[in-house]
């Protein structure tokens, strides 16, 4: 993912018009967060090397810990100031986003709750904020940073052996996937920082489960699109078929263009894998 990318995703969704308000507004607040930047000046510092990083992806590890990023502590706090307050303009209950926009251990608290995927007990509580409305700032304000990590971090990953089910650079899970034109091969996009991996066909991305009389797909009449479903953990994930498609796709945009798949999903009984 790059900031030109990006910027064409951006530029795409001021073009959307969906009849439906609330969808609307979604698509409207997707827009707004995606357009948060870095300073074009700025280059990802880290502390481990490429070697080190190798050594990671070659233990089935993704690069990317918590630590690495509090290198630039200061950008990911001007983002989250950013973020919350468009999330604010969106929802009435997100007033309690001003108890983090001061640095302090609060913020770091629920950035590392978010990073490592273990949401604080009682944060709503101590914050009078949801988690739910936390999460999207703070994965808002992360996406430019691991965006460009990513740009950097990417390349040096081993497609034939990672074979994991997160991101081999920011740990995040996958929430849209396609097949390549060449093979039909299916890979994985990461929904934090758009990292692309190879991934099997014939297995959940997000249990492992490789019974085949339990999973599935279902397709539209012109079978671009594709809902892959796991009957063992109720998971599901979009994907669209790039050997039925003409000129460049751009999988951000592609996350609001199949929001009707996420609606049949969930009236179904599935739930986001990602």
């Known amino acids: 993912m790059t900031a030109e990318i990006d910027t064409k995703v951006t530029e795409r969704l001021a073009e ?5 308000s609330r969808l609307a507004s979604y698509v409207e607040l997707y827009r707004r967060l995606l357009e948060l930047r870095v300073e074009d000046s700025y280059l990802p510092e880290l502390e481990l090397n490429i070697s080190e990083a190798a050594k990671r992806f070659g233990e089935g590890k993704y690069v ?12 990911f706090q001007k983002l989250f100031q950013e973020a919350s307050s468009i999330v604010k303009e969106f929802s009435p209950n997100a007033s309690g986003l001003g108890g983090f926009v001061s640095p302090g251990p609060l913020l770091e608290k629920a950035a590392r709750a978010w990073y490592e995927n273990y ?16 999460s999207l700032t703070i994965g808002g304000a992360f996406h430019p940073l691991l965006a460009r990590y990513s740009e950097v971090l990417s ?37 934090w920082c758009d990292t692309e991996w190879l991934f099997l066909r014939l297995e959940c ?8 009389d339990s999973l599935a797909y279902f397709t539209d009449e012109n079978e671009l699109y594709r809902l892959y479903i796991c009957e063992a953990c109720r998971s599901y994930i979009k994907a669209i078929d790039l050997r039925r498609t003409e000129g460049d ?3 951000p945009l592609e996350r609001i263009l199949t929001l009707d798949m996420d609606r049949q999903a969930l009236q179904a009984g599935y739930k986001p894998g990602g």
Do not use: H
């Not at 959307?16 to 439906?20: D, F, R, V």
């Not at 990317?64 to 950008?75: C, N, P, S, T």
């Open 205 to 212: 991305p997000f249990c492992s489960n490789q019974d085949q």
């Open 16 to 20: 959307l018009k969906p009849a439906e």
């Open 249 to 251: 796709t751009l999988f």
């Open 155 to 191: 390349p040096l990953v081993n497609q034939d052996s990672w074979r994991q089910r997160v991101c081999p650079v920011c740990g995040g899970r996958p929430n849209i996937a396609y097949l390549s034109k060449e093979s039909g091969a299916r890979w994985l996009v990461c929904s």
């Open 64 to 75: 990317l810990r918590f630590e690495d990023l509090l290198l630039d502590w200061e950008q």
């Open 119 to 134: 949401p604080p007990e009682d944060m709503e509580g101590e914050t009078g904020v949801s988690w739910e409305l936390l």
